[in-house]
């Protein structure tokens, strides 16, 4: 077998560096284009899972390519090929149809990067939290987190030994010995030290040594005795946490149009991965509804459709009846998110049930409402209205715009409001409704 030496090894480090920078650059493809990311219907409709394949464009994988680059250089194929002519066959993505010749445009080029699911939410939320949340007295839950030394005492197993407070306790003891012997016999202090540790730390025969002149001891040692030793003691470690209650709700009626939900869903979807990675504390329950409401699992809420006409104010009385049962508000955090197309059969009824869920002094209540540019049907903007414009004649709203769509805040109540009306807005109504955590 042969063996290859050489004194610089440099250039086995070039691979590493090469796949290192490769990462950092879909990384950072990743973070610049995270809104067309999340928006992608491939990981809101996949199985549950924690990791998705995304396409990461702007980026080429590169190939090697042998032969001669010198010179003209003829095509591939049958036929003359020219210098510089272009050979792609791919088309870019969603042109053409099925069975039939694409574009004439070059498409473009695009890799695909498989990411974890808590990655992307890093990058969403980054210093994000849920907003005003309070410490509820009343139901804080006892969190353990571990074990911990934080208890000292005289008593323990030599492997617990706590090794600075043990060397605390005997330098304070032969510093005061020190004192006693100098005191005693006129000596210096750097004789009375040498006098303890002749006499291995005992008092009586360090002042012996002195006064009968028999100091020998020129180690510097330090003399530990019984009494300095001191021991950790392991406790259980507790984290008392306020436990908080998020109530998602959204409209499945049969104005809610299949790209309608899919809006819907998106924004769901990432509100609850972030909730369940970032609290453990956290209860999410589900409420959907056409003209009654009524409560699904997190997968039929993700999943199932419905069909018929629309009454708001069914879920927000459901999520009320909720509050008052099972989550009261001197015990627990409640936050609110309910999502519609804004058409509703009698908004002065749901008017009316928000106005009771807001008196409750809940944490927060976030209406995003799913409005497509290109919607051109009655449900929502035509014939019924919308429910957002109603509720903005009911309360006063701080209005910004972000990426385009409108968004609305009023802190006295803790009421939020936004428009959703394509996949870009998903982010920004998230981070609408989570706010910056204090630094």
Same mark, same amino acid.
Request: glycine share 8%.
């Given at each position: 077998?042969?063996?290859?030496?050489?004194?610089?090894?440099?250039?086995? =480090?070039?691979?590493?560096?090469?796949?290192?920078?490769?990462?950092?650059?879909?990384?950072?493809?990743?973070?610049?284009?995270?809104?067309?990311?999340?928006? =992608?219907?491939?990981?809101?409709?996949?199985?549950?899972?924690?990791?998705?394949?995304?396409? #990461?464009?702007?980026?080429?994988?590169?190939?090697?390519?042998?032969?001669?680059?010198e010179?003209?250089?003829? &095509?591939?194929?049958? %036929?003359?090929?020219?210098?510089?002519? #272009?050979?792609?066959?791919?088309?870019?993505?969603?042109?053409? =149809?099925?069975?039939?010749?694409?574009?004439?445009?070059?498409g473009?080029?695009?890799?695909?990067?498989?990411?974890?699911?808590?990655?992307?939410?890093?990058?969403?939320?980054?210093?994000?939290?849920l907003p005003?949340?309070?410490?509820?007295?009343?139901?804080?839950?006892?969190?353990?987190?571990?074990?911990?030394?934080?208890? $000292?005492?005289?008593? &323990?197993?030599?492997?617990?030994?706590?090794?600075?407070?043990?060397?605390?306790?005997?330098?304070?003891?032969?510093?005061?010995?020190?004192?006693?012997?100098?005191?005693?016999?006129?000596?210096?202090?750097?004789?009375?030290n040498?006098?303890l540790?002749?006499?291995?730390?005992?008092?009586?025969?360090?002042?012996?040594?002195?006064?009968?002149?028999?100091? *020998?001891? *020129?180690?510097?040692?330090?003399?530990?005795?019984?009494?300095?030793l001191?021991?950790?003691?392991?406790?259980?470690? $507790?984290?008392i946490?306020?436990?908080?209650?998020? $109530?998602?709700?959204?409209d499945?009626?049969g104005?809610?149009?299949?790209?309608?939900?899919?809006?819907?869903?998106?924004?769901?979807?990432?509100?609850?991965?972030?909730?369940?990675?970032?609290?453990?504390?956290?209860?999410?329950?589900?409420?959907?509804?056409? *003209?009654?409401?009524?409560?699904?699992? =997190?997968?039929?809420?993700?999943?199932?459709?419905?069909?018929?006409?629309?009454?708001?104010?069914?879920? $927000?009385?459901?999520?009320?009846?909720?509050?008052?049962?099972?989550?009261?508000?001197?015990?627990?955090?409640?936050?609110?998110?309910?999502?519609?197309?804004?058409?509703?059969?009698?908004?002065?009824?749901?008017?009316?049930?928000?106005?009771?869920?807001?008196?409750?002094?809940?944490?927060?209540?976030?209406?995003?409402?799913i409005?497509?540019?290109?919607?051109?049907?009655?449900?929502?903007?035509?014939?019924?209205?919308?429910?957002?414009?109603?509720?903005?004649?009911?309360?006063?709203?701080?209005?910004?715009?972000?990426?385009?769509?409108?968004?609305?805040?009023?802190?006295?109540?803790?009421?939020?409001? %936004?428009?959703?009306?394509?996949?870009?807005?998903?982010?920004?109504a998230?981070q609408?409704?989570?706010?910056?955590?204090?630094?």
């Amino acid at each position: 077998m042969a063996i290859i030496e050489h004194d610089d090894w440099d250039l086995s =480090e070039k691979g590493k560096k090469d796949a290192e920078r490769h990462h950092e650059k879909i990384d950072d493809a990743i973070r610049k284009n995270v809104k067309d990311v999340i928006a =992608e219907e491939s990981i809101i409709t996949k199985k549950r899972g924690r990791k998705v394949r995304i396409p #990461v464009r702007g980026l080429k994988d590169y190939k090697f390519i042998h032969g001669n680059n010198e010179g003209d250089v003829g &095509g591939v194929g049958q %036929g003359d090929g020219k210098a510089g002519d #272009v050979i792609d066959s791919k088309q870019k993505q969603g042109q053409g =149809e099925p069975g039939k010749p694409g574009e004439k445009d070059k498409g473009s080029d695009y890799i695909e990067a498989e990411v974890d699911i808590d990655y992307l939410i890093e990058i969403m939320f980054q210093n994000l939290g849920l907003p005003w949340i309070d410490e509820k007295t009343k139901n804080m839950k006892l969190v353990p987190k571990g074990w911990k030394f934080e208890t $000292i005492s005289k008593k &323990g197993i030599r492997p617990r030994i706590h090794k600075k407070r043990t060397m605390m306790e005997a330098i304070k003891r032969m510093v005061a010995y020190a004192y006693e012997i100098e005191t005693q016999t006129g000596c210096s202090n750097e004789d009375a030290n040498r006098s303890l540790r002749q006499s291995a730390g005992d008092l009586n025969e360090a002042i012996a040594i002195i006064k009968q002149k028999r100091l *020998t001891e *020129t180690d510097s040692s330090i003399i530990f005795n019984d009494d300095d030793l001191r021991f950790k003691q392991i406790e259980p470690d $507790i984290e008392i946490q306020s436990q908080a209650v998020v $109530i998602c709700m959204m409209d499945v009626s049969g104005s809610m149009t299949t790209d309608k939900k899919y809006l819907a869903r998106s924004m769901l979807f990432w509100l609850v991965e972030f909730l369940k990675k970032m609290y453990d504390n956290v209860d999410i329950k589900f409420i959907v509804h056409t *003209t009654e409401a009524w409560f699904v699992d =997190e997968d039929t809420f993700f999943h199932k459709g419905e069909d018929g006409g629309t009454q708001c104010h069914t879920a $927000i009385d459901k999520a009320n009846h909720l509050i008052d049962t099972e989550y009261p508000v001197d015990s627990w955090n409640v936050y609110c998110v309910y999502i519609s197309d804004g058409e509703d059969w009698d908004t002065k009824k749901t008017i009316s049930s928000i106005d009771i869920m807001l008196k409750k002094n809940i944490n927060m209540l976030s209406y995003v409402e799913i409005k497509p540019t290109e919607d051109n049907t009655l449900g929502g903007f035509g014939g019924w209205g919308s429910l957002l414009n109603d509720i903005k004649k009911h309360w006063d709203f701080k209005h910004t715009k972000n990426a385009g769509t409108d968004f609305y805040k009023n802190e006295k109540y803790r009421f939020l409001l %936004g428009i959703i009306q394509n996949g870009d807005h998903v982010l920004p109504a998230l981070q609408h409704m989570l706010f910056e955590k204090a630094k």
